[in-house]
C-alpha cells in the first residue's frame, strides 16, 4: 500500500506495549497499512526495531562526521607543530630537520582521535536532536524509559481512528487518542 | 545476570543507592573529608614555602609526585580497556562492571592531572604547558615527550569523559523519571531530554560504536607516551625500547586491580550482587594474571638487556635497586607484582571475597612502588658516582598522596550516590526481552 502523508492536523496517537513481539507486531501492521511517520520508543535499543524501521536505509551518517574531523584534527595539529617550529625555529644539535615526521606523529594521532571523537559527538546531538526540546508530549512517559515500549504519532491526519485501530488489535495494552481510550 | 531480572526489576534495583546510600557512605565520605583536609595542608605548605619542603635534591628532582602521577594515569587505562576494548570483542562480562570502571577511569585522569601543577611547584602557572598563542615568545617544543604526555593525556581525558557521558545518557534519562521536582528537573538536564526514540537509538549505536573504536588505541597509546617521559631521556635505567609495551602492561594490571578494589564493597554495599558476581571478578583477577605475567616478563628482560649490552652506566643501576638503598622499594614491587598475585593462580582465591580484594590492594601498593623504583632509584643513581644521593618523601608529598587518594575517592563516591553505578540499558540488553509469546506459553 502506499504511504499516507500526514497533515499535520488530528489527534496525537500514543500506544503502550509491554511486549516487544507486540511492538513489532504494531510496526508492522502500520507499515502495511501505508503508516511511516511515527516514533518508536524504547528502553534499550533492539536490533529488531533497528531492522523493520531503517532495514532499508543507509547506515546512519555519523561515520562521516567521524572521518572528517579524524582527517581535519590531524591535519591541523601537525600544522600547528609544523608552524611553530618553522616559525620559532630551535636549533638542536644533532642536524635534526625543523618539520620533522616521527615525533610529530604522535600529537597528530592524539589530535585525530581528539577531532573525530568531538566531531562524532556533535553529529550525534545534531541526529538526535539532543538536547531534545521539540519532541512530542506523548513521548514523556516514564514506562517508556523503565519496562515498556511505545509508538507514537504525533499528527494523524484524517486517519487518527484507523491508525488506534491498528494498534489496538497488535497487542497495545494501552492506546491514547484517536478517539481511542484504554 | 540472572534469568529471573526483568527490565523494572533492574531500574528499581540500580537506582535504589541513588536516594538512599547507607551509613557506610557516609562514613567513607568523614574519611575522604579528613584526608583532603590534611592533603590540602601539606599543599598548601607547598604553595608557600616552595618545592624546599619536598624531599627534591640534587640529581633527584622528580619523585613522588610524577611516581604518583605515573600510577593514576596506569589506574586510569581498565575503565576505558573494559568499556571500549571489551565492547568492540562483545564480551559479556563487561556489562555489569564497565560503568563504574568508566568512572574510575575519569576520576584516576582527574588526579593524575593535579600532579603536573603540584610539581612544578607554582601550580597558578601550569597552564604554561598548554600550547596557546603569547607574546613572550614561549611555544612549546612538540618534539619534547613532555608536550606530547600533554595532548596524550587531555586527549585521553576528553574522549574518554564523552565516551562515559554519552554512556550515561540513557540511564539518567531513566532516573530523571523516576524523579520529582528540582531533582527530575536536574536529571532532565543532563539526560539532554533522551526519549528513547527509534531516530535517537538508531544514531546513538554508531556513535557509540565510533567512540569504541576511537579510544581503544588510545588505552594503548596514552601509558606509551607517558613512558616517553623517561624512555626518551638518556638516563640509565630509563632508555629502553621496552618501556611502551611495559607500561602498558602495568598500567592494565593496576587498573583492573582497582577496579576489583573499587567494585567490590561497591557491589556488597549497595546491593548490587544480582548484577555483578564473581564471575565479573574472576574474569578481572584473569585479565591481571595475563597482564601480570607480562610485567614479570618485561622485569626479566629489563635486567637481560641491561646486563647484555654491556653498558656498565646502565648495569650498575639495576645492580643498585636490588642490593643499594632502594633495595626495600625493589622488594616490595617484586613481592607485590610478581610474587603476591600468584595467589590468583588457585580459583579458590581469585573466586573469595577477601582473596579478591586482598591481593588488589596489595597489586596497588606494588604497582606505585614499582613507579617509584624506576624513577627515584635511576635519577639517584645517575652517571656521576660523585653526584649519588638517596631521595626519600617528606611528610608533605606523603600527605600529598594521601590528599590524591582522597580526590580520587571523593569523585568516586558522589558518583556512585548520583548517578547509576551500573549501566541499566545495557544490562537490560543482555536479558531476554519480555515477549508476549513467552507469557502465553507460561500461561498454557
Known amino acids: 500500500m502506499s504511504a499516507h502523508a500526514l497533515a499535520a492536523t488530528g489527534t496525537p496517537v500514543k500506544a503502550v506495549y509491554k511486549h516487544l513481539d507486540s511492538l513489532l507486531q504494531g510496526i508492522h501492521d502500520l507499515h502495511k497499512a501505508g503508516f511511516r511517520d511515527f516514533t518508536v520508543l524504547s528502553p534499550i535499543p533492539r536490533h529488531e526495531i533497528e531492522e523493520i524501521m531503517y532495514g532499508q536505509q543507509e547506515p546512519s551518517p555519523v561515520r562521516w562526521f567521524t572521518l572528517t574531523g579524524g582527517i581535519l584534527g590531524g591535519s591541523m595539529v601537525f600544522s600547528l607543530a609544523s608552524l611553530t617550529h618553522s616559525n620559532w625555529p630551535m636549533i638542536i644539535p644533532g642536524g635534526k630537520p625543523l618539520v620533522s615526521i616521527p615525533p610529530f606523529l604522535v600529537i597528530t594521532f592524539e589530535g585525530t582521535i581528539l577531532w573525530a571523537s568531538m566531531f562524532t559527538l556533535f553529529a550525534l546531538l545534531y541526529f538526535c536532536g539532543l538536547p531534545a526540546t521539540k519532541l512530542p508530549k506523548e513521548t514523556e512517559d516514564p514506562r517508556f524509559s523503565n519496562d515498556c515500549f511505545g509508538i507514537v504519532f504525533e499528527r494523524t491526519g484524517a486517519h487518527a481512528e484507523k491508525i488506534a485501530h491498528i494498534l489496538q488489535n497488535s497487542g497495545a495494552v494501552e492506546v491514547t487518542g484517536g478517539g481511542t481510550h484504554g | 545476570m540472572s534469568k529471573d531480572l526483568t527490565y523494572a526489576q533492574v531500574n528499581r534495583d540500580v537506582m535504589r543507592p541513588l536516594f538512599s546510600p547507607g551509613m ?46 605515573v600510577f593514576w594515569v596506569g589506574i586510569g587505562h581498565a575503565g576505558t580497556l573494559i568499556s571500549a576494548i571489551l565492547f568492540l570483542t562483545r564480551s559479556r562480562w563487561r556489562t555489569g562492571i564497565y ?4 568512572a574510575m577511569t575519569i576520576f584516576a585522569v582527574m588526579t593524575a592531572a593535579l600532579f603536573p601543577a603540584i610539581h612544578v611547584g607554582r601550580a597558578w602557572q601550569a597552564y604554561w604547558l598548554f600550547p596557546y598563542p603569547n607574546q613572550r615568545q614561549l611555544w612549546q617544543n612538540f618534539k619534547s615527550p613532555l608536550m606530547w604526555d600533554v595532548f596524550a593525556i587531555s586527549t585521553y581525558f576528553t574522549v574518554s569523559t564523552v565516551f562515559f557521558f554519552i554512556g550515561l545518557v540513557p540511564d539518567i534519562a531513566a532516573v530523571r523519571d523516576n524523579t520529582r521536582g528540582l531533582t527530575k528537573k536536574l536529571y532532565g538536564a543532563m539526560s539532554l531530554g533522551w526519549r528513547g526514540t527509534d531516530k535517537q537509538w538508531h544514531h546513538y549505536m554508531a556513535a557509540y560504536g565510533f567512540f569504541a573504536a ?47 578494589t573499587l567494585m567490590l564493597p561497591l557491589t556488597k554495599l549497595f546491593k548490587l550482587e544480582a548484577y555483578i558476581h564473581v564471575w565479573h571478578f574472576e574474569h578481572l583477577a584473569k585479565l591481571c594474571m595475563f597482564t601480570g605475567g607480562i610485567l614479570t616478563y618485561a622485569y626479566g628482560t629489563e635486567y637481560f638487556v641491561a646486563w647484555y649490552s654491556d ?17 626495600w622499594v625493589f622488594g616490595m614491587m617484586v613481592l607485590c607484582n610478581n610474587i603476591v598475585p600468584l595467589l590468583w593462580w588457585f580459583k579458590k582465591v581469585r573466586t573469595s571475597f577477601m582473596g579478591l580484594f586482598l591481593v588488589s590492594i596489595v597489586i596497588n601498593i606494588g604497582m606505585w612502588f614499582e613507579r617509584f623504583n624506576i624513577i627515584a632509584s635511576s635519577l639517584a643513581h645517575s652517571f656521576d658516582p660523585g653526584s649519588w644521593a638517596y631521595y626519600l618523601p617528606t611528610y608533605i608529598e606523603i600527605g600529598i598522596l594521601i590528599f590524591s587518594f582522597a580526590w580520587f575517592f571523593l569523585w568516586f563516591l558522589l558518583f556512585a550516590k548520583i548517578m547509576p553505578s551500573v549501566a541499566i540499558a545495557e544490562v537490560k540488553e543482555t536479558l531476554r526481552p519480555p515477549l508476549k509469546h513467552d507469557q502465553e506459553a507460561a500461561a498454557k
Open chain 2, 24 to 69: 557506610a557512605w557516609y562514613g567513607m565520605m568523614g574519611l575522604v573529608g579528613a584526608g583532603l583536609a590534611f592533603g590540602a595542608f601539606c599543599w598548601g605548605m607547598q604553595l608557600v614555602w616552595g618545592l624546599g619542603v619536598a624531599g627534591y635534591h640534587p640529581p633527584v628532582f622528580w619523585g613522588v609526585y610524577i611516581t604518583t602521577f
Open chain 2, 99 to 102: 560503568r563504574a570502571a568508566e
Open chain 2, 214 to 260: 576511537l579510544a581503544t588505541p588510545l588505552v594503548l597509546s596514552v601509558h606509551s607516551v607517558v613512558s616517553w617521559d623517561f624512555a626518551m631521556a638518556d638516563t640509565p635505567g630509563w632508555h629502553s625500547t621496552l618501556f611502551p609495551p611495559y607500561f602498558v602492561a602495568g598500567a592494565i594490571f593496576s587498573g583492573c586491580a582497582m577496579v576489583i
Open chain 2, 311 to 327: 653498558n656498565p652506566y646502565e648495569w650498575a643501576v639495576f645492580v643498585d635497586r636490588v642490593v643499594g638503598k632502594y633495595w
